[in-house]
DNA sequence: GATTGTCAAATTGTATCCAATCAGTATTTG
DNA sequence: CAAATACTGATTGGATACAATTTGACAATC
């Protein structure tokens, strides 16, 4: 199955193309929270051994996307309202820190390919995942500014983990979609002020207003 | 070689033994930053096959502790200045932010351990491995308090892969050790106090106060 | 009727075998 | 003699085979 795929992709290992496309199937929903991620189908599927995928799934739980259980099947991991809170925060976190280093080391290109971004991002308001997509674009663009590799890295893991449930979020309630712009570009204002204080506070406020009840019915 | 551990984990799989066993000796130093990570001797030497310990070694690689170089061995990640300032800025802003939910959640149980760690920490001045030890469990004693699982764990990962170069550090200048004890306890004053900001700017301020460069000669 | 025991299907965990890749060295060739 | 090339040893990457474990169903028993 997807032949074209496997053969463009042949120089990179099996592994990495099982990593690959799992995540992708769970960032997208697809494979929703709970579902059984089962090696010996996944192989087949894929037209790989099983042990690649073992080593794929494996990756995949060290990044949280899935939950082995000893000698039973892996499932994708199911985030309850504590744990979206947990990752929230961690977020907020360290993108707010991060945001230190972008102030101060960002310049006029970046602060120009932020607000493309931005513009970018309320255009897509009328899709989910066109709007999903636009919104890492967005983060990721000031992100570029900060130094830091593995807090960057982390930072993203942490985006890409939640992400099925931001979608939820914006499926449900539109008013994530509302806020946001206006949201975004108060925080490119402080970013743009270049006060390290101010920017990481902005960004710390704008991750922590994302509510998690609104998926949650109580 | 050694049976009796064997026997005693024998519950557990073997790909967490390997993972276990290589973790220890990287955070103790044995394995210094650079020796490459051969799956075939390391399976003969814990009598177990190549598999697991492949899965081991990824897993490992997922937390940092080594660098997978595709088709070639794995080695011990060496981390420079630069790597070392991310790690330690990552855990200032966890941690920092961590100590905000432990100012607020803490009760004077918890207080009274802290504080019995603290002097355990004062007691373990003369011997780097001792002291390695007391500060993981002060710190730990705070964090009790956090509750935030997945933080938590994420500081704590930091800590283990830095660990190696506070190792280094304590050998080298003493600088460490001295000022140390004083900036555990204003961090505790802080954390007493109940004030989240408080709490916070403190342990930052703990952090950061590392000195990379006193371990990489320039 | 509830509980326990046993068996079978599904799935993971581990071992072993073979192919692919890379680093370094020897060797050829201009 | 220098540079390109071909070989060799070491090591990983992947596939297949098999053992161990768990789950659930169904039957036996109290």
Redesign the interface.
Known sequence: MNKYAAVQDQHR?AQSRVAEYLRQEIRSGRMAGGTPVVAAPIAEHLGVSR?PV??AI??LA???FVTIR?NRSAVVTEFGPG?I???Y??R???E??AMRHVAQNIDARGIQEAELALMRLDQAREDVNWFVSAHDIYHDALLAYCP????VE?IRRIRHVTEPYLRLNLRAGLTAFANTTDEHSELLDAVRSGEPDRAEDEMRRHILRFDVREIFPA
Chains 1, 2 share one sequence.
């Open positions: 290992s042990m073992r080593e494996q990756q060290n990044d949280g000893s744990d809170a947990d990752l925060e961690m907020a976190a360290l707010g820190y830091r590799a593995q807090m982390e």
